[in-house]
């Protein structure tokens, strides 16, 4: 994850993408 897509997407979709992002590292953590 770097600036250049924060900048590119909206805060909302910022959001969304680190909350599915966490829901993939919980779901692949034995």
């Known amino acids: 994850m770097c ?3 924060a900048q590119s997407q ?3 979709e910022y959001l969304a ?3 599915d992002e966490t ?3 919980i779901a692949y953590d034995p």
Do not use: D, I, K, V
């Open 3 to 5: 600036g250049r897509f």
């Open 10 to 12: 909206t805060r909302e």
């Open 17 to 19: 993408y680190l909350a």
């Open 23 to 25: 829901e993939r590292n």
